[in-house]
């Protein structure tokens, strides 16, 4: 047995708590440094490191429990009763609103265990945990787990101790985060780098070892995206919704790694013939996104139904050599010779570095629709034309060009020239209910680990499905056909937040929504508020001044309601993406919105103000 295994887990778990409680980082780093050099031997410290970094440990797999799984076996083996106070707060961890530690599992847990003090039996070694732990890992994986799921347990591994990864790997040894990076291997990281002043000569990738993928920066909106990436050759690049994947091509020894580089091979037994077929060199690393194709559909689905598709956007390693010192615009050329995609099976995503294709030229024409008569036209052909229309020559220009793409290929990525190229993409692909988009920056090189900034993500924001929202109806927009002469769409807004025991003042414009009431119930609302419809001819004459509303005339109503106490609130609801906006005067608009309901029920100022709706967007996002 070494030192290491030998000392008790309560020396782990006081170090832990001091780690915590300690403010200043650099004591942190010092009390594990004590740690490592007080009780750990230096041929053995990956038995304390994989307890340390939990999710980094891919020896052992997954242990298959969840926190609800977790909590049962806690109230078993405290022989709780199940509707104890303590038992409930267990399976309830997530709730009890402003009570401490609700939603963090482990507090929750901890605080629970606290109250058993003499219950627990003291004594355990690095050892007997990692014995214990193992078993668990091994039980789960005679177990038929289903490959994602298993990748979404080791997730939680998070022991939220104030102090980073990168700090931990950075005292542990100065190559350490760098070694792991590459090889994702945290046993191979203990063994090799026992000394902290001996370096280590940078490694490169290896065919066979999962290498820890570059991420993406999120960023705020085009603009800011646009400026970050200033005087650089820009890819824009649908942000597919599904799983990151690495496929490690050795003859026909073929691997697929998730993005926290776990060996996914029961991937491999529909795509793999298709990968030794079409990856045309024998040894290689794709890096890409694997989803779900519809085929009858003929577009992405939900997992579980028809069949798998890789989408390779990257390539780090061909032949003998490792790719990623060469630009992304090197690395696009080599990924269209390596790999001959199969529709609906392996796609590349590969811009045209020459013309743009048609979607791009497509949505200029939808832009300048109303507005100028010039535009210019790629065809896919690669012909480039500027051609002067009248406006309704338009809608007809776009059908033939549309006609004239024979393939109906949706564009996933394309070289931007400039903002309003990447504004338009990043519209499109919400609208096509995607994901977001990626930027990335075409001369840099590809990084293991790295977020810094070389690929950005924009997303939509969104707030949680199910949330309600009731705004107030300000103005309303007369509809055309059917509804022609009569308000049909309407224009809702949020209150200022007013101040406490006081009724909101002003209104903010928030979005414009007609769909999701029956033609009945529109006609109700429509007839309650048509004695208030008031016509303000902008800019001759303003509206009221308890309605704020931009200087963007795209979205001014038709007529305005007289004012807010004779107006009705409106429950709506969106596909829950929320978009910044710039047309209306909150800061966010939403996507997609439809009424649920009319709530006469509630009285005008019953309206949700603005803070809290950014509170509410705030809280639904992530980072
Ligand atoms: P998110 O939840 O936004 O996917 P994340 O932390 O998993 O966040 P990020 O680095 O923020 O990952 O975003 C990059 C991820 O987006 C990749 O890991 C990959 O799975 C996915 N992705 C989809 N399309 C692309 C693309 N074209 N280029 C790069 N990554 C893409």
């Given at each position: 047995?070494?030192?290491?295994?030998?000392?008790?887990?309560?020396?782990?778990?006081?170090?832990?708590?001091?780690?915590?409680?300690?403010?200043?980082?650099?004591?942190?780093?010092?009390?594990?440094?004590?740690?490592?050099?007080?009780?750990?031997?230096?041929?053995?410290?990956?038995?304390?490191?994989?307890?340390?970094?939990?999710?980094?440990?891919?020896?052992?797999?997954?242990?298959g429990l969840k926190e609800s799984v977790l909590a049962n076996c806690l109230i078993d083996a405290l022989g709780m009763s199940?509707?104890?106070?303590?038992?409930?707060?267990?399976?309830?961890?997530?709730?009890?609103?402003?009570?401490?530690?609700?939603?963090?599992?482990?507090?929750?847990a901890a605080?629970?265990?606290?109250?058993?003090?003499?219950?627990?039996?003291?004594?355990?070694?690095?050892?007997?945990?990692?014995?214990?732990?193992?078993?668990?890992?091994?039980?789960?994986?005679?177990s038929k787990t289903p490959g994602r799921q298993k990748y979404e347990y080791c997730s939680c591994c998070n022991l939220k101790l104030g102090i980073s990864e990168k700090s931990i790997f950075h005292e542990f040894h100065p190559d350490a985060e760098d070694l792991f990076n590459v090889t994702c291997d945290l046993k191979l990281v203990c063994e090799k780098l026992k000394d902290r002043n001996q370096r280590h000569k940078r490694q490169d990738i290896e065919v066979g070892k999962a290498v820890r993928p570059q991420l993406a920066m999120r960023i705020g909106d085009a603009h800011a995206a646009w400026r970050k990436l200033h005087g650089k050759e820009v890819v824009i690049e649908c942000k597919f919704d599904g799983d990151r994947i690495q496929i490690h091509k050795n003859g026909s020894e073929i691997h697929y790694f998730s993005r926290s580089f776990l060996d996914h091979s029961e991937y491999g037994h529909a795509m793999s013939k298709i990968i030794e077929q079409n990856v045309l060199v024998d040894r290689c690393i794709l890096d890409g996104e694997m989803l779900v194709w519809d085929t009858s559909l003929n577009r992405f689905?939900?997992?579980?139904?028809?069949?798998?598709?890789?989408?390779?956007?990257?390539?780090?390693?061909?032949g003998d050599t490792s790719v990623i010192h060469q630009s992304l615009k090197e690395r696009h050329e080599l990924l269209q010779k390596v790999v001959k995609p199969l529709k609906g099976r392996l796609e590349t995503l590969v811009p045209d570095h020459g013309l743009n294709s048609h979607l791009m030229t497509l949505s200029v024409l939808h832009d300048k629709d109303n507005a100028c008569n010039i535009s210019t036209v790629a065809m896919n052909d690669g012909i480039c034309v500027r051609v002067r229309v009248h406006v309704y020559m338009l809608s007809q220009l776009r059908s033939q060009i549309m006609a004239a793409d024979q393939t109906g290929e949706p564009c996933w990525s394309l070289v931007a020239h400039n903002v309003d190229e990447v504004e338009k993409f990043f519209k499109e692909t919400i609208e096509n209910r995607d994901e977001g988009i990626v930027l990335k920056d075409l001369g840099s090189k590809w990084e293991p680990g790295d977020r810094s900034g070389k690929w950005l993500k924009l997303k939509p924001e969104y707030i949680r499905a199910g949330s309600d929202l009731d705004v107030l109806i300000i103005g309303g927009y007369y509809g055309s056909g059917r509804r022609g002469g009569e308000v049909a769409q309407f224009l809702v807004a949020l209150a200022e937040r007013p101040a406490p025991d006081t009724y909101p003042r002003r209104f903010i414009s928030f979005c414009r929504v007609g769909t999701g009431l029956s033609d009945e119930e529109l006609d109700a609302v429509v007839t309650k508020l048509k004695p208030y419809f008031r016509k303000y001819e902008y800019p001759k004459r303003a509206p009221p001044s308890f309605y704020q509303v931009t200087n963007n005339s795209k979205e001014r109503p038709d007529v305005w309601i007289e004012s807010p106490e004779k107006s009705i609130i409106l429950s709506i609801t969106s596909d829950i993406r929320t978009i910044r906006s710039e047309v209306f005067s909150a800061p966010y608009s939403l996507r997609f919105p439809r009424i649920d309901r009319v709530r006469y029920d509630k009285p005008w100022h019953d309206c949700l103000d603005v803070q809290s709706f950014v509170e509410l967007v705030h809280s639904s996002n992530g980072t």
């Open positions: 047995m070494t030192k290491t295994e030998e000392t008790e887990v309560s020396v782990l778990v006081s170090l832990f708590n001091w780690i915590q409680k300690t403010k200043p980082a650099a004591k942190k780093r010092s009390k594990f440094r004590k740690f490592l050099d007080t009780y750990c031997d230096s041929v053995d410290y990956f038995s304390a490191l994989r307890l340390i970094l939990p999710s980094l440990d891919r020896e052992r797999g997954s242990y199940k509707d104890s106070a303590d038992a409930v707060r267990l399976i309830n961890w997530r709730k009890g609103g402003a009570a401490p530690n609700a939603g963090n599992f482990p507090m929750v605080e629970v265990l606290q109250r058993r003090q003499g219950m627990i039996s003291g004594g355990l070694t690095i050892k007997e945990l990692n014995d214990l732990l193992d078993r668990l890992a091994s039980s789960e994986n005679s689905a939900e997992f579980g139904s028809n069949q798998e598709i890789d989408v390779a956007f990257d390539v780090l390693y061909v």
